[in-house]
């Protein structure tokens, strides 16, 4: 069987885009261990399927290279947002697309017929800790939080952007043992659905630094609902301000994030790499 494919990145964080509305994939949990391999397969973080939707102008399913299904991926949503736009499956520049995490609004950046980035309105924070979620009798936000990690207490805060993030505040992320210490967070039994988690260092009011662990992915370049996190994190513990642009800069490149009362808005570039088919 071929399958046409799509290779797309935003800020480095690259998945293997497939047309559902021309192609149906019936396991879409072994394709993408199959091919997200980058000795073995075409090499990405996962794949996406983009889809019909009977409540939006598409459908975004994503796969982790490990398998499982997320729920949501800011990244992989601007390049949804541009493949629909430019294949012509639908002509607006506002677009909406459904996720696991609820349907969301992307306008679009357009430059000589083609979008080139674009802002995603990816819905307002969750702070509540049994909504996250995490095991905890907590009712307030988890802000500065101690967290146990074996033999270290980190103080932690957590979000949902969809899918559960925990942001520890670090003096340097490029010094963090992140393929030792991400596994320990992810798979941590204070965290029941497993958890993505940032290391962040905040240069000034309006510039973070970050590395993130993905559950389910490790370490990636780029996190979209990770620096939206990130930023959220950054105001509660009153480093950042509400409702101002801040510069989140990942290893594959910069995201703006802004965090108001309405809701957490992120603006990036999504880059079409090539096409082409692979037979599986």
Not at 235 to 260: A, E, H, P, Q, W
């Amino acid at each position: 069987m071929k399958i046409p494919f799509t290779k797309m990145h935003g800020c480095g964080n690259d998945y293997i885009y497939i047309n559902c509305f021309e192609h149906v994939i019936d396991d879409p949990c072994t394709l993408s261990k199959q091919i997200s391999d980058r000795h073995f397969g075409i090499g990405g973080d996962g794949i996406v399927l983009i889809c019909p939707s009977e409540s939006a102008d598409a459908k975004m399913r994503m796969f982790n290279i490990d398998g499982s299904e997320g729920k949501m991926c800011g990244n992989a949503i601007r390049c949804v947002a541009k493949y629909v736009y430019d294949h012509n499956i639908v002509a607006k520049e506002v677009l909406t697309i459904d996720t696991l995490s609820g349907i969301k609004t992307i306008e679009l950046f357009i430059e000589n017929g083609k979008m080139t980035s674009a802002k995603v309105d990816m819905g307002k924070a969750i702070l509540e800790p049994a909504l996250i979620p995490v095991q905890s009798n907590e009712t307030n936000p988890l802000i500065k939080f101690p967290l146990q990690v074996e033999d270290k207490t980190y103080h932690i805060t957590s979000v949902s952007m969809g899918n559960p993030h925990c942001v520890v505040l670090v003096d340097d992320p490029m010094q963090v043992d992140l393929a030792v210490i991400g596994p320990k967070f992810e798979h941590h039994s204070f965290f029941p659905e497993s958890v993505n988690t940032e290391f962040i260092s905040v240069e000034s009011r309006d510039t973070i630094s970050m590395r993130v662990w993905e559950r389910g992915s490790g370490e990636t370049l780029a996190c979209g609902t990770g620096a939206c996190a990130a930023v959220v994190a950054a105001v509660l513990n009153k480093l950042c301000d509400k409702d101002s642009d801040i510069t989140v800069k990942l290893l594959g490149g910069d995201l703006i994030i802004r965090y108001t009362d309405e809701g957490v808005y992120m603006t990036g570039p999504a880059v079409s790499v090539f096409d082409g088919e692979i037979l599986v």
